[in-house]
Structure formats: structure tokens, C-alpha cells
């Protein structure tokens, strides 16, 4: 299966306890209902909060959710550039800045012989993602470079 984009049923709500994770997030929490899942792997991709205010930069540093096979990460990427209309290719350019879990910078130990395979993935989620999940576009394709910041912990 690949990932695909849909509005969260309420089953996986409860399920992955995504109301309790909303609570985590510091500022511009959103109650979105959409992600991007892979449910055979069981992967997804949530976006979660976005900065505040009116500059472009810091409106672009977006926070998120990964689930691996397991791991709830949380992580921050920030939209570098981006492009594409109906009809169109489409593209996006993320870097990711930072990641967390459970409070610590950084995969968990059990996770970091998986590193490449984690970042394969968010890589394939993003480009299914396609920068608005649901609400995208209708683009003939769509490619994502992905850029690790060098402060990231992995």
C-alpha cells in the first residue's frame, strides 16, 4: 500500500489519541482531521501547528507528527519554497529543523539504525502530502526535496 491523503475517521482519532497530542503543541495548535497514511505500514503524517504572524519566514515553520511503525515523532520542518498550480507539476522544498520524542532531541535508540528508512518515508509521505494533504491541488506530478538541517539531531 502508499500513502494516501484523507480526512481522519473518528475510529483513529480515539485510536492513535490524536486529541491528546493536539494538547502538546505550544502555539497555532490546530484540530485538523486530515492526514497522510500508509495504514499496511502504519505510517502517517499529521501537521499539527503552524507559527503565528505575518512574516513569511516564521509562518513557514511548520510542526508535525510522524508515526513510525509505532513511534510517535514529532518534528519541526520548515517550507523553503514551493511551486505548482492545477495541471501543473507541483514541488516543495522542506528542511527539517528539528526532532523530537518523548521530550528528547533526536530518534529514539531503537529507531536509529532505522534513520534512512524514517526519512525515506517522511520524504514519501511529503511528496503524497503534496503540501496541503487533502486540499491539494490537482498537479500531474509532484516531487519534494528534502533538506536535513545540520542543528537536527538524528
Not at 528539528?98 to 520524504?123: C, Q, S, T, V, Y
Request: hydrophobic residues 30%; negative net charge; charged residues 25%.
Amino acid at each position: 500500500m502508499t500513502f494516501i491523503n484523507e480526512f481522519t475517521p473518528p475510529e483513529d482519532v480515539e485510536k492513535y489519541g490524536l486529541k491528546q497530542i493536539d494538547k502538546k503543541f505550544e502555539f497555532g495548535t490546530t484540530s485538523t482531521r486530515q492526514w497522510t497514511i500508509d495504514r499496511e505500514r502504519d505510517i502517517y503524517l499529521r501537521h499539527v501547528a503552524r507559527a503565528g504572524g505575518s512574516d513569511i519566514e516564521v509562518r513557514n515553520q511548520l510542526k508535525w507528527t510522524f508515526y513510525w511503525k509505532g513511534h510517535e515523532l514529532s518534528m519541526r520542518l520548515d517550507l523553503l519554497d514551493g511551486s505548482g498550480g492545477d495541471g501543473e507539476p507541483g514541488w516543495s522544498h522542506w528542511r527539517l529543523v528539528l526532532m523530537w520524542f518523548n521530550g528528547g532531541n533526536g530518534l529514539p535508540e531503537p529507531l536509529k539504525p532505522h534513520r534512512r528508512e524514517i526519512l525515506a518515508d517522511l520524504k514519501d509521505a511529503l511528496t503524497t502530502y503534496q503540501g496541503a494533504g487533502v486540499y491539494s491541488g490537482n498537479y500531474t506530478s509532484y516531487s519534494v526535496t528534502l533538506d536535513i538541517d545540520s542543528e537536527c539531531e538524528l
